[in-house]
């Protein structure tokens, strides 16, 4: 069974900086690709950025020079740094994980609240 772990939510200002990890129970090359998701309170989830197996990024346009999506295959861990973070960055963010047979793994998910 995959697991994934995010960390790294918090309270920030607005204009502050977060980095959020998530730590996965296989090797990196398990996966077709890895991402964050977010989920605002009445809104539905989306995606905020990918990577995939081969090292490939995509972002949401909302997100794109803001967020950056990296990680480390030595210690099994995905990482989102958030930049000049926006109250509407305000969600649950969620780890992702897709198998080679397209199986989603998610993360429990993590809160990160903006304040302006």
């Known amino acids: 069974q995959v697991q994934l772990v995010e960390s790294g939510g918090a309270l920030v200002q607005a204009g502050g900086s977060l980095r959020l990890s998530c730590t996965y129970s296989?090797?990196?090359?398990?996966?077709?690709?890895m991402g964050w998701y977010r989920q605002a309170p009445g809104k539905q989830r989306e995606m905020i950025a990918t990577?995939?197996?081969?090292?490939?990024?995509n972002y949401a346009d909302s997100v794109k020079e803001r967020f950056i999506i990296s990680r480390d295959g030595a210690k099994n861990t995905m990482y989102l740094q958030m930049n000049s973070l926006k109250p509407e960055d305000t969600a649950v963010y969620y780890c992702?994980?897709?198998?080679?047979?397209?199986?989603?793994?998610w993360g429990q998910g993590t809160q990160v609240t903006v304040s302006s």
């Open positions: 990577i995939s197996t081969g090292g490939s990024t």
């Open positions: 992702n994980a897709i198998g080679w047979s397209y199986t989603n793994y």
């Open positions: 296989r090797i990196t090359g398990s996966f077709r690709s």
